[in-house]
Nanobody, 123 residues
Framework: QVQLVESGGGPVQAGGSLRLSCAAS????????MGWFRQAPGKEREFVAG????????RYAGSVKGRFTISRDNAKNTVYLQMNNLKPEDTAVYYC????????????????WGQGTQVTVSS
């Protein structure tokens, strides 16, 4: 089982940037597709971004496209989420997610999650 630990969250003003990191351990990282999800208070968890196992294909929610970038470094067993031009509506707990997926695509769902990191954007 892959263990996931997120970091990099915190408070930021609108228009600012943050980079989230998710360190994975336990298995061959390059056999896993990775994703970022978020959950705001009172709302369901939603997909933010996904990346295939070798980092050649990415997918984004419409609300973050053009502002967020997902990337991965398989040598470091880490996936990143660069968040630029942050808005108050981006405030949420951000979760890293993983799924064993050897195809070079992004799965439609994930099955293991980290503990989350809080991002708070003030106006």
């Amino acid at each position: 089982q892959v263990q996931l630990v997120e970091s990099g969250g915190g408070p930021v003003q609108a228009g600012g940037s943050l980079r989230l990191s998710c360190a994975a351990s336990g298995r061959t990282f390059s056999n896993y597709a990775m994703g970022w999800f978020r959950q705001a208070p009172g709302k369901e968890r939603e997909f933010v971004a996904g990346i295939n196992r070798i980092g050649t294909i990415t997918r984004y929610a419409g609300s973050v496209k053009g502002r967020f970038t997902i990337s991965r470094d398989n040598a470091k067993n880490t996936v990143y989420l660069q968040m630029n031009n942050l808005k108050p509506e981006d405030t949420a707990v951000y979760y890293c997610a993983v799924r064993f997926w050897t195809a070079n695509t992004i799965p439609t769902d994930f099955d293991s999650w980290g503990q989350g990191t809080q991002v708070t954007v003030s106006s």
